[in-house]
C-alpha cells in the first residue's frame, strides 16, 4: 500500500490500521464485555481498544522518561490519523470534557464517551466510507490519553454508533 504522497506506511501503522478495520467489523455485543489483557472493551454500541501503550511511569516520571514516550505515541497517532484521512476524508474534532459529567437528569455519557472522556480531552473522528464493513450508522475515533500520570500514555481507537455524537 502506497499513500496519496508516494510514501508506504509503517508496519506498525499497518498494524493498526488492520485492527482499527478489524474492530469496524466487529459486532457489537449486547452487553460489557472486556478482554482479560484489558486492551479492549466492548458493549452495546460501542468498541474501545488500546492500539499502543507506552511504559508506565511509576518509577520515574521525569522529563527524560516522558517526553520521548509521548512523542513515540504522538507520532504514531499522526501516520494513523494521516492514514484515515487519506481514506475516510477529513476528521472532525470532538471535545470529550463534556462527558465527564452526568446529564441534567443524572444519566451518565454513553460508552465509549464517558471511558474516553477519562483519558483524553479530544478525539478525532471519521465516518467510514459505505463501502467499509459494519460501517453503516458507526464511526471510528483516534485519541490519546493517559489516566493518571503514573500510568502508560495509550493510542485508542474507539468505534460506535453515530447516534451518540453531537
Do not use: C, K
Not at 3 to 31: H, K, M, V, W
Not at 32 to 56: K, M, Y
Amino acid at each position: 500500500m502506497t499513500t496519496d504522497n508516494g510514501s508506504t506506511p509503517s508496519a506498525d501503522t499497518e498494524g493498526g490500521l488492520a485492527r482499527i478495520e478489524s474492530l469496524l467489523a466487529l459486532p457489537f455485543p449486547a452487553g460489557e464485555e472486556s478482554e482479560d489483557s484489558g486492551v479492549r472493551s466492548s458493549g452495546p454500541g460501542h468498541h474501545l481498544l488500546i492500539l499502543r501503550a507506552s511504559q508506565d511511569f511509576w518509577d520515574d516520571r521525569s522529563t527524560e522518561r516522558v517526553e520521548p514516550a509521548e512523542q513515540e505515541i504522538e507520532a504514531e497517532f499522526s501516520a494513523l490519523a494521516t492514514a484515515l484521512t487519506e481514506r475516510w476524508g477529513e476528521p472532525a474534532t470532538v471535545d470529550l470534557w463534556p462527558y465527564l459529567e452526568e446529564d441534567a437528569e443524572g444519566v451518565p455519557a454513553p460508552e465509549p464517551m464517558g471511558q474516553l472522556s477519562n483519558l483524553a480531552g479530544s478525539m478525532q473522528v471519521w465516518h467510514p466510507s459505505p463501502d467499509a464493513p459494519q460501517a453503516g450508522g458507526r464511526w471510528v475515533g483516534l485519541a490519546v490519553g493517559q489516566a493518571d500520570p503514573e500510568f502508560p500514555i495509550w493510542l485508542l481507537a474507539a468505534v460506535g454508533e453515530t447516534t451518540i455524537l453531537p
